[in-house]
């Protein structure tokens, strides 16, 4: 089983059906030689101005790549933009496209499960995918991806039970004082409070409590029958002012699709703007909706994460009670020392 971190990695890896690394001013790895310096010399000559240290690692990125991963393993892939987990098995050799300007060193995957919760797994599995290296193996919890990839049905709420069966005790997480790794492991806690800690109508009251904190006026309506409209914002003490902000919260890690958004716009008058909130990502129909639609944003979970972290000290304090944070500094390893 491998991790395979890419950046880059986009909706058109998913549909077409591959994984891909990055390096796209390397030719056909299958031509540049066989061997570790070989591969170390052609990342040299292309890349004159990267720092040494860094031509080594990528060399054995490369060739992890091309020469370790066979058909039938299996492929756990984050991705990035909503911090999902997708879980594949290869079903080719290494190629190069030359034809793509980028993802031109590939392997066919044909993906099981896409848009995977992170919390459905244990941190330390989510430590150990957290690795700053571009392909490398999982090896101690495996089990946990390969149930994920087993379960019978993509809901959030099976795969977590199937998952639940193979966890193990948490005792051999190492925390490295990472910034990223620190940062990813407080987004998680926050995702996973906010997932598992409150009920759906206390998401609707903490909602309401983060724009709140953002600078707006905030209320919770009736929890029944509210026609799709949970939360009403606006910046005026009153609320009689345009614009008003209607708000659906949804407190689900699943990916919500355009029959939902529209139920939110379906309540929207001409004036008023429609905020969605869900723990979980948005289908490519919704998301073309948000574009296509003035006056509609839809909130992911990590995007509210974000939000969270970034505005924790204007809470409430019942809530920061609930969510409990404290700042620290790190070590900042992108600074050129």
Same mark, same amino acid.
């Given at each position: 089983m491998w991790t395979i971190h890419n950046d880059t990695l986009t909706y058109e890896l998913l549909d077409d059906g591959f994984v891909s690394i990055?390096?796209? !001013?390397? *030719?056909?790895?299958?031509?540049?030689?066989?061997t570790r310096d070989e591969v170390k010399q052609v990342l040299s000559a292309a890349y004159p101005d990267r720092k040494p240290g860094a031509i080594p690692v990528w060399a054995g990125t490369l060739l992890?790549?091309?020469?370790?991963?066979?058909?039938?393993?299996?492929?756990? %892939?984050p991705f990035k933009p909503d911090s999902t987990i997708n879980i594949g098995v290869v079903t080719s050799d290494y190629y190069f496209d030359p034809a793509a300007e980028t993802h031109r060193h590939r392997r066919r995957v044909e993906w099981k499960q896409l848009g995977v919760s992170r919390t459905v797994f244990s941190q330390s599995a989510l430590y150990e995918i957290g690795s700053v290296l571009t392909v490398f193996a999982v090896k101690r919890h495996n089990t946990e991806f390969l149930a994920a990839l087993d379960a019978t049905g993509t809901e959030p709420e099976t795969i977590a039970a199937k998952v639940d069966t193979v966890t193990v005790a948490e005792d051999d997480v190492i925390d490295e004082p990472r910034a990223e790794r620190v940062h990813r492991q407080t987004k998680d806690f926050v995702l996973e409070r906010l997932t598992r800690a409150i009920t759906p109508? !206390?998401?609707? !009251?903490?909602?309401?409590a983060l724009?709140?904190?953002l600078g707006y006026q905030a209320r919770v309506t009736q929890y029944s029958g509210d026609g799709g409209v949970d939360v009403i914002a606006h910046r005026d003490p009153l609320g009689i002012e345009p614009p008003l902000i209607k708000v659906q919260c949804k407190q689900r890690t699943a990916t919500i699709g355009a029959p939902d958004v529209g139920q939110l716009?379906?309540?929207l008058a001409t004036d008023e703007l429609g905020l969605f909130v869900s723990l979980g @990502?948005? @289908?490519?129909? %919704?998301?073309?909706?948000?574009?296509?639609?003035?006056?509609?944003?839809?909130?992911?979970?990590?995007?509210?994460?974000?939000?969270?972290? *970034?505005?924790?000290?204007?809470?409430?304090? *019942?809530?920061?009670?609930?969510i409990p944070l404290r700042q620290v500094y790190v070590v900042d390893e992108t600074a050129d020392f």
């Open positions: 990055g390096w796209d !001013e390397i *030719a056909d790895l299958n031509t540049i030689g066989a992890r790549f091309r020469d370790e991963i066979r058909p039938g393993d299996v492929i756990v %892939a109508r !206390e998401f609707e !009251e903490f909602t309401a724009l709140r904190a716009i379906g309540t @990502s948005y @289908s490519r129909d %919704a998301l073309a909706t948000e574009r296509q639609r003035r006056g509609l944003r839809l909130i992911t979970g990590e995007e509210l994460v974000e939000l969270v972290i *970034a505005n924790y000290e204007q809470l409430d304090p *019942a809530w920061r009670a609930r």
